[in-house]
């Protein structure tokens, strides 16, 4: 068989190019734990003398550092005055935790994911799940970060107000409870806009439920909410208004009977709200980063988790849309409709 060079040499690039930036991810995640891009936000410009000294490290290294940052788009450099500084688009992605293109935590994920290649190996020979507990930590603290953002843009701006009556409901007060959790972003972010409201927050995982109540004592909220390690699938009988699962079901090794959970735990004109990581129904329509980045967590950490609990599903990340509504039908909803879908989330609204 011939080898069309042309093609050849097309996909050499673009495969050096996921080597460059496989490189760059590093030192990204480099900067962001030594906190060097929002000391050069709020210092820039700045030269690398000064980077080094306020950032307590080493001059050659930060040097070597900014180097890359630069080659790679990360950090403008000014070659007359020798400085650097974060454009506000830069800052936006990497220096600004609060911006909903914060990326920076994200790397994270992908160091995690090759802390545990060798585990993911195995898991591949033997057809044996991983528990989301035994993932490097670095995971679970780096899915928080990165869906933080997201959350804080859209949840209370955009995806509770598509879901008809629910915003209402909150403003005079309800009881809402949020299955997986994890570090209680999306619960506090609740909690914080409906003052009226009580939140319950459950997950599986015991470090992330113990980082949440800290978040919420810290943030004067513990009285209106709290947080429950325990299975999705018992939930207390509390009579909801809003049960809410978010970037989480696709993770159940038996989604429908924690779905049923949720629906048998709300009130009878109470209403379930799933985000889902965004996909198409078909693998032909699921091509791009996205959709990429979203099928190698799934493949490591997503299905592995719902291959352990050894259910009767392996939804994966990228489920789309049909099969998540045939799991809530099956859960016992009969209505399900797509209210939102965004670049990166589906967000799906169940009445029973």
């Given at each position: 068989?011939?080898?069309?060079?042309?093609?050849?040499?097309?996909?050499?690039?673009?495969?050096?190019?996921?080597?460059?930036?496989?490189?760059?991810?590093?030192?990204?995640?480099?900067?962001?734990?030594?906190?060097?891009?929002?000391?050069?936000?709020?210092?820039?410009?700045?030269?690398?003398?000064?980077?080094?000294?306020?950032?307590?490290?080493?001059?050659?290294?930060?040097?070597?550092w900014l180097g890359s940052q630069v080659a790679g788009g990360c950090v403008a450099y000014d070659p007359a005055s020798q400085t650097y500084r974060l454009m506000p688009e830069q800052a936006a992605i990497l220096a600004d935790p609060a911006s909903p293109t914060y990326l920076a935590p994200a790397w994270q994920c992908v160091a995690a994911l090759w802390a545990g290649e060798e585990r993911t190996l195995e898991a591949f020979r033997t057809g044996a799940g991983v528990p989301w507990g035994e993932q490097d930590q670095r995971m679970i603290c780096g899915s928080a970060a990165f869906y933080r953002g997201g959350y804080a843009a859209n949840l209370i701006a955009e995806w509770l107000p598509a879901l008809p009556g629910v915003v209402e409901k909150l403003n005079a007060g309800a009881v809402v409870a949020d299955i997986g959790c994890g570090h209680g972003y999306s619960t506090l972010l609740m909690a914080e806009a409906f003052p009226n409201s009580h939140f319950i927050g459950i997950d599986?995982?015991?470090?992330?439920?113990?980082v949440a109540r800290q978040l919420a004592a810290e943030r004067g909220l513990a009285e209106r909410v709290s947080f429950s390690v325990r299975d999705a699938r018992d939930l207390p009988d509390?009579?909801?208004?809003?049960?809410?699962?978010?970037?989480?079901?696709?993770?159940?090794?038996?989604?429908?009977?924690?779905?049923?959970?949720?629906?048998?735990?709300?009130?009878t004109d109470?209403?379930?709200?799933?985000?889902?990581?965004?996909?198409?129904?078909?693998?032909?329509?699921?091509?791009?980063?996205?959709?990429?980045?979203?099928?190698?967590?799934?493949?490591?950490?997503?299905?592995?988790?719902?291959?352990?609990?050894?259910?009767?599903?392996?939804?994966?990340?990228?489920?789309?849309?049909?099969?998540?509504?045939?799991?809530?039908?099956?859960?016992?909803?009969?209505?399900?409709?797509?209210?939102?879908?965004?670049?990166?989330?589906?967000i799906i609204d169940a009445r029973a």
């Open positions: 068989m011939s080898i069309h060079e042309p093609t050849l040499q097309f996909l050499f690039g673009k495969m050096f190019d996921e080597l460059s930036a496989s490189y760059g991810g590093v030192m990204i995640s480099i900067g962001y734990r030594l906190g060097l891009y929002e000391l050069i936000a709020k210092a820039g410009p700045v030269s690398c003398d000064e980077i080094a000294a306020r950032a307590g490290c080493a001059e050659r290294y930060i040097r070597e599986a995982d015991v470090g992330s439920i113990a509390a009579g909801f208004d809003l049960v809410c699962f978010f970037d989480c079901l696709h993770d159940m090794g038996d989604p429908v009977a924690a779905a049923e959970a949720g629906r048998l735990a709300l009130k109470g209403a379930l709200l799933l985000v889902e990581p965004f996909a198409r129904d078909r693998l032909e329509d699921n091509v791009g980063p996205v959709s990429r980045a979203f099928y190698a967590a799934s493949t490591a950490v997503c299905s592995a988790h719902a291959i352990s609990e050894r259910g009767s599903h392996v939804l994966g990340a990228q489920a789309g849309f049909s099969a998540l509504r045939a799991v809530l039908e099956e859960a016992g909803f009969g209505k399900v409709t797509l209210a939102v879908e965004t670049p990166f989330n589906l």
